[in-house]
């Protein structure tokens, strides 16, 4: 590899050619995608002008990589008589990241940063879910997960692991989760969560200090306060924790009460505490 090669622990593009020294194989060069399944990869081999562009297909696995790349010139892909990109990528891999941009910047994210499997380095533990208490008799369970965009503070990541008695989660299916402040585990999140969650103060479970919900705030509302008139907005309610049953406060943003210290459950019965920390490795 010559001078201009990058450092391997510098971040790849995705989208792109790239040339690989590979010892004892020589120059291999690959176009950089996403494997839902096997992660971030680059398929290619020895460029030798045919129609499929290479004589033997070979997939390298870029997760982890220890060897120098460097990326192609467009004289360099020109002269390999490689296309500018392949779309046939997104057809038989499913979506793909945003072309050119950097894989794995998440890894240095303050929020994941010590989350990630020593030996996969876009694999964490996420807490997935069909809901809160209220909405669902299935607790809460841990998979692994595979790390694959996100903006903003929330993160986006395919399911690597079957959970075991959950509806709406499945292994391959691709999720959205936050880290919460001072919580031990990423949680799996919900568009409609995220869109009113700006709207709505929540006080961290009086056990576990769990500040976010599994649920949007109005189908928690409608869960326990179903008498409530169409379109009404509770000022604040409580809530059974998702994770440990204890006690989160939940409040309008524009109410000007103030949080009480202890607040009362929501209406009924708390639920029975259940094991949901089964992990699988």
Known sequence: MNADAVPHDQLIP????????????GEFVGYTYLDPSAGFSAQ?????????????LTI???????????????????????????????????????????WGWWRS????????????????????HDGGPRLTEQPPEIVWARVCGGSDGVFEAHVLNQPHNLKSVAQGQKISFVVPQNFEHAILTTAKY????????????????LSELFDAP?????????????????????AFCP????????QHGESDAEIPEDSAT????????KKWWQIWK
């Open 14 to 25: 995705a989208g792109t050619w790239i040339k690989i020294e590979i010892p004892d194989a």
């Open 44 to 56: 290619g081999g020895t460029p030798d002008g045919s129609e499929t562009y290479f004589s033997d």
């Open 60 to 102: 390298v696995r870029l997760a982890g990589s220890q060897l120098p790349w460097k990326v192609l010139t467009e004289a360099e892909r020109e002269g390999f008589g490689l296309p500018v990109d392949l779309d046939w990528i997104r057809e038989h891999y499913g979506e793909q990241p945003q072309k050119r941009s950097l």
């Open 109 to 128: 994210s303050p929020e994941l940063s010590s989350r990630f499997h020593p030996e996969a380095p876009d694999d964490l533990q996420v807490v997935v």
């Open 194 to 209: 995220l869109r009113e969650r700006p709207d709505w103060k929540i006080r961290p479970c009086d056990q576990c200090g």
């Open 218 to 238: 109005s189908d928690m509302m409608r869960a326990v306060f179903p008498g409530m008139p169409e379109g009404a907005t509770m000022e604040m309610f409580s």
């Open 243 to 250: 994770m440990c049953g204890g006690t989160q406060v939940v």
């Open 266 to 273: 929501d209406a009924g019965a708390r639920p029975k505490k």
